[in-house]
């Protein structure tokens, strides 16, 4: 089965520009993951979907950035306008079920993101 | 104090010796324990979970859970090479929304030949 598909894996933007990054998580997986990773910060949670409903937004830093998950193949994250500060891995999951149940979440590739 | 706690390192070790990992969290209420590899450059791939107090073994990786001292580890047996890279700790912090999992900031190992 394919894994966690993220896109695009490598972009380079200037600042002030839109950013939009694309997930489509494994088959069957309920939940949906996405966290963003820093040498200064390591892998922080920014918001998780459940059956494609926002759950917890509360790591998303500010207003510039959004998430959605329109159906249950495909989700989005979007930095406007972005900022070189935003420069970071970020890595979108899924999971089958809740924790606790034998289930933990898988990761994409990433999406290494540089704003200049 | 943050929620999930690993030394950075870097934890050098020999070839052929144990490597000991340690990981402490601050919510008594989580439940679920898990380790996590990562080689640079590369997406975390899960190694092993823990849900109950006590040891678990998977080949060479042996998962400790002690909720009473709040803290988890990882011991490498017989560490090789390959083994070299960050490990990262995650817990279960159920809230009641839903699940959560969170990272600690990970753990540099190198495997000296």
């Known amino acids: 089965d394919a894994g966690v598909i993220q896109s695009p894996r490598h972009e380079v933007t200037e600042m002030g520009q839109e950013v939009t990054l694309r997930c489509k998580p494994i088959s069957g997986h309920d939940y949906l993951f996405w966290y963003r990773q820093t040498m200064m910060r390591g892998l922080e949670l920014l918001i998780y979907f459940n059956n494609n409903v926002p759950i917890d937004d509360s790591g998303m830093p500010e207003d510039r950035f959004s998430a959605k998950m329109p159906n249950a193949s495909f989700s989005t994250l979007k930095i406007q306008p972005s900022e070189p500060r935003d420069s970071a891995v970020y890595f979108c999951a899924s999971s089958l079920g809740p924790f606790g149940s034998g289930n933990t979440i898988y990761f994409g590739e990433g999406s290494w993101l540089t704003v200049v | 104090q943050k929620e999930v706690e690993q030394n950075s390192g870097p934890l050098s070790v020999p070839e052929g010796a144990i490597a000991s990992l340690n990981c402490t969290y601050s919510?008594?209420?989580?439940?679920?324990f898990f380790w996590y590899r990562q080689y640079s450059g590369k997406s975390p791939e899960l190694i092993m979970f823990i849900y109950s107090n006590g040891d678990k073994e998977d080949g060479r990786f042996t998962a400790q859970l002690n909720k009473a001292s709040q803290y988890v580890s990882l011991l490498i047996r017989d560490s090789q090479p390959s083994d070299s890279a960050t490990y990262l700790c995650a817990v279960n912090n159920r809230n009641n929304a839903g699940n959560m999992l969170t990272f600690g900031g990970g753990t540099r190992l190198m495997v000296k030949p």
């Open positions: 919510d008594r209420g989580s439940q679920s």
